[in-house]
C-alpha cells in the first residue's frame, strides 16, 4: 500500500514537472506548424515539386526550430542567472547594510496594514532567518519569482513541439513522395494542418485561461492568414519568373 501511495506520488510530481514546459510546447507547436505550413502554401502556389516542397519544408523545421528552442534556452537562462545576480546582491546587503535592510522588510509589512508589535513580531521573525529574509526581499521588494523550468527543458519542449506539430503539414507531401498519391496533395495537407491549429488553439486556451472558442479560432485565422499570404506571394513569383 505503501509502495502504491508512494509510486502515485512520485508520477504526480513527474506530470507536475511537465505541466510546466506544456505553455513552451503550445507556442512552440503553433509556430511550427504555422511556419511550416506557410512554406507548403507558398511552395504549393508556385506548383513546386513534392521533392522541393520536403526539402523547403524540412530545411524550415530544423533550422527555425533549432532558433527557436535556442532562443527559448537562452531567454530562461537568462531569467535564472539575473534573479540568483539580485539573490547574491541582497545577501550582501544583509550582511553589510543589516539596519536599512531590516528597515525595508518593516516598510514592507507597514504596507500591508501591520503595526504596532505584531509588526515588530513579524519583522524579527522574518529577519531571523537570513534565506527566509532574502525569499521576502526578492518577492516583496523586487518582485522578483525563482524560475524552475529549467533552459534544456524549456528549449527541448520548443523544439520537440516544433518538429512534430510542424511536420504535420508535410506528412502527406512525404507520402506521395515514397509512394505516390493521386490526390490533391495541398488541400490534404491544409486539412491536416486545419486540425492541427483546432488542438493546438484549444491547449493555448488552456494555458492562458481564456475562451476556448476564442483560442481555436484565433490560432485557426491566423495560421491561415499567414498560408494565404505565402501561397500567393508563391503563386506570384512563381508567375514573374517563368
Given at each position: 500500500?505503501?509502495?502504491?501511495?508512494?509510486?502515485?506520488?512520485?508520477?504526480?510530481?513527474?506530470?507536475?514537472?511537465?505541466?510546466?514546459?506544456?505553455?513552451?510546447?503550445?507556442?512552440?507547436?503553433?509556430?511550427?506548424?504555422?511556419?511550416?505550413?506557410?512554406?507548403?502554401?507558398?511552395?504549393?502556389?508556385?506548383?513546386?515539386?513534392?521533392?522541393?516542397?520536403?526539402?523547403?519544408?524540412?530545411?524550415?523545421?530544423?533550422?527555425?526550430?533549432?532558433?527557436?528552442?535556442?532562443?527559448?534556452?537562452?531567454?530562461?537562462?537568462?531569467?535564472?542567472?539575473?534573479?540568483?545576480?539580485?539573490?547574491?546582491?541582497?545577501?550582501w546587503e544583509i550582511e553589510n547594510l543589516r539596519e536599512r535592510e531590516v528597515e525595508e522588510v518593516r516598510e514592507i509589512y507597514t504596507n500591508y496594514g501591520f503595526k504596532g508589535q505584531l509588526l515588530e513580531d513579524i519583522v524579527a521573525h522574518m529577519t531571523a532567518d537570513k534565506d527566509r529574509w532574502v525569499e521576502v526581499m526578492m518577492k516583496e521588494e523586487l518582485e522578483m519569482q525563482a524560475e524552475t523550468k529549467t533552459p534544456f527543458g524549456m528549449g527541448a519542449a520548443t523544439f520537440s513541439a516544433f518538429v512534430l506539430m510542424g511536420f504535420i503539414p508535410l506528412l502527406v507531401y512525404v507520402w506521395d513522395y515514397s509512394a505516390g498519391l493521386n490526390a490533391n496533395l495541398f488541400l490534404i495537407s491544409s486539412i491536416m494542418t486545419g486540425f492541427?491549429?483546432?488542438?493546438?488553439?484549444?491547449?493555448?486556451?488552456?494555458?492562458?485561461?481564456?475562451?476556448?472558442i476564442r483560442g481555436v479560432l484565433e490560432t485557426l485565422i491566423l495560421g491561415g492568414a499567414a498560408a494565404t499570404l505565402s501561397y500567393f506571394v508563391g503563386n506570384w513569383l512563381e508567375k514573374l519568373i517563368s
Open positions: 500500500m505503501a509502495q502504491k501511495q508512494e509510486l502515485k506520488i512520485h508520477g504526480q510530481s513527474s506530470f507536475g514537472k511537465l505541466q510546466d514546459y506544456i505553455g513552451e510546447f503550445v507556442y512552440g507547436g503553433i509556430d511550427g506548424s504555422v511556419t511550416t505550413f506557410a512554406v507548403v502554401a507558398g511552395s504549393a502556389g508556385a506548383g513546386l515539386e513534392s521533392s522541393v516542397v520536403i526539402i523547403l519544408g524540412f530545411a524550415n523545421l530544423i533550422a527555425d526550430g533549432f532558433a527557436m528552442s535556442v532562443g527559448s534556452y537562452l531567454s530562461t537562462k537568462s531569467e535564472r542567472e539575473n534573479y540568483e545576480k539580485h539573490k547574491a546582491i541582497e545577501y492541427v491549429f483546432l488542438a493546438i488553439g484549444y491547449l493555448k486556451s488552456r494555458v492562458t485561461g481564456t475562451s476556448k
